[in-house]
Nanobody
C-alpha cells in the first residue's frame, strides 16, 4: 500500500491550497481515505475522511466549511481543499487509508506534506 501526499507549501493567511493523496496497492472500491494533521508540539488530529465507494465525507466539526475533501476514483486520488487558511492550520498533513473506518489508528499511513500559513 502506498499513499503519496503532495501539494503543501507556504501560503499567506486567507489563502488556499489543494492537497493530493495518490493511493495504490489496495482495493479502491471499499476503503476510507482520510487526512490528518500534526502541528509542532501537538497531537495528531483528524481533518476529514471520505469513503471511496459512496463518496460520503466526514469532517472534524471545527474545520467543516473551510476544508473540503473529495475523490477522483478513476485516478485513485483524494484531495483536500484548504480555504481561508489561518496560522493555526500550520502542520504536517498526512493521508491515511483504512479498510473500514476513519480514526486516528488507520491501517496505512503515507508521508506528510508540510503546510505553513504565515505572512
Amino acid at each position: 500500500v502506498q499513499l503519496q501526499a503532495s501539494g503543501g507549501g507556504l501560503v499567506q493567511p486567507g489563502g488556499s491550497l489543494r492537497l493530493s493523496c495518490a493511493a495504490s496497492g489496495f482495493t479502491w472500491d471499499d476503503a476510507v481515505i482520510g487526512w490528518f494533521r500534526q502541528a509542532p508540539g501537538k497531537e495528531r488530529e483528524g481533518v476529514a475522511c471520505i469513503r471511496s465507494g459512496s463518496g460520503r465525507a466526514f469532517y472534524a466539526p471545527s474545520l467543516k466549511g473551510r476544508f473540503t475533501i473529495s475523490r477522483d476514483s478513476a485516478n485513485n486520488t483524494v484531495y483536500l481543499q484548504l480555504n481561508n487558511l489561518e496560522p493555526g492550520d500550520t502542520a504536517v498533513y498526512y493521508c491515511a487509508a483504512d479498510r473500514h473506518s476513519c480514526s486516528n489508528v488507520m491501517d496505512f499511513w503515507g508521508k506528510g506534506t508540510q503546510v505553513t500559513v504565515s505572512s
